[in-house]
């Protein structure tokens, strides 16, 4: 019985000094396999939520530039700099225009992306938050995502519908990397490119959780 107690007791210290490493581990920044570029359609993410952008402008703008793993988890929150608007100023007319907040606030957006993507994106090329944004507008300039599906005859449609792969196929054509889509209620809201992270190009994503869309896909449009 003492015997008992004994390894009851270690296997208890055991487990709670897992859990403490657990609790206080913290993302390192840089410590991540690849970037995923992630580019929301306007009207399908206005679709599902109120927007203060109204669905007229039929574009892709960003969502963010994340650290991610291949195994699907990511770093996030990791310590550095917090954000300021004012290291971004000369940036700021075109992140207006690429990386908008649908829902409030552009800056609190900036902020949030930052804090929780940003912080663990200081690696290699890019090296504070200036670099962070400037390579979400060099990134977003590079991979047109409207113009890679129309270049295969993808365009925003009421009607038309395409298979997953007929959208994926017609990004990875055009760019050269497997893309990671996702649709809510039928219709392609978000594309994801992958981004190595040293140079900073496009690379074939892996089979990513919660990157797929099943059935006919809608491509909306707001005519
Ligand atoms: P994530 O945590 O996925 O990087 O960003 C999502 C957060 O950003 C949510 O809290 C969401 O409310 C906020 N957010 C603000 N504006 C937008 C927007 O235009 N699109 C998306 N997807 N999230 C936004």
């Keep these: 019985m003492k015997l008992f107690v004994a390894l009851l007791s270690v296997?208890?210290?055991?487990?709670?000094?897992?859990?403490?490493?657990?609790?206080?581990?913290?993302?390192?920044?840089?410590?991540?396999?690849?970037?995923?570029?992630?580019?929301?359609?306007?009207?399908?993410?206005?679709d599902s939520q109120t927007c203060i952008q109204n669905k007229e402008r039929e574009a892709f703008t960003i969502h963010g530039l994340w650290p991610e793993n291949s195994d699907g988890s990511y770093?996030?929150?990791?310590?550095?700099?917090?954000?300021?608007?004012?290291?971004?100023?000369?940036?700021?007319?075109?992140?207006?225009?690429d990386w908008p907040s649908l829902t409030g606030p552009n800056t609190d957006f900036w902020t949030h992306e930052f804090s929780k993507h940003g912080t663990c994106s200081i690696t290699g090329p890019i090296t504070?938050?200036?670099?962070?944004?400037?390579t979400g507008i060099k990134l977003y300039t590079e991979f047109n995502i409207t113009a890679a599906l129309e270049?295969?005859?993808?365009?925003?449609?009421?009607?038309?519908?395409?298979?997953?792969?007929?959208?994926?196929?017609?990004?990875?054509?055009?760019?050269?990397?497997?893309?990671?889509?996702?649709?809510?209620?039928?219709?392609?809201?978000?594309?994801?490119?992958?981004?190595?992270?040293?140079?900073?190009?496009?690379?074939?994503?892996?089979?990513?959780?919660?990157?797929?869309c099943s059935g006919s896909v809608k491509f909306p449009s707001t005519a």
Aim: glycine letters at 6%; one cysteine or more; proline letters at 5%.
């Design 11 to 46: 296997l208890l210290l055991a487990s709670t000094a897992k859990s403490t490493v657990t609790i206080y581990e913290s993302s390192k920044p840089g410590d991540f396999d690849f970037y995923l570029f992630v580019q929301q359609w306007i009207y399908s993410y206005c």
């Design 75 to 97: 770093p996030s929150f990791c310590s550095g700099p917090s954000f300021n608007v004012n290291d971004i100023t000369d940036l700021e007319d075109q992140l207006n225009f």
């Design 128 to 134: 504070d938050i200036h670099d962070y944004f400037a």
């Design 151 to 212: 270049a295969e005859n993808i365009y925003p449609s009421g009607s038309n519908t395409y298979k997953p792969a007929d959208i994926t196929n017609a990004i990875s054509t055009h760019f050269g990397g497997k893309p990671g889509i996702q649709c809510s209620s039928g219709q392609l809201s978000t594309v994801a490119v992958c981004i190595d992270k040293n140079s900073l190009s496009v690379m074939d994503c892996p089979e990513l959780q919660g990157w797929s």
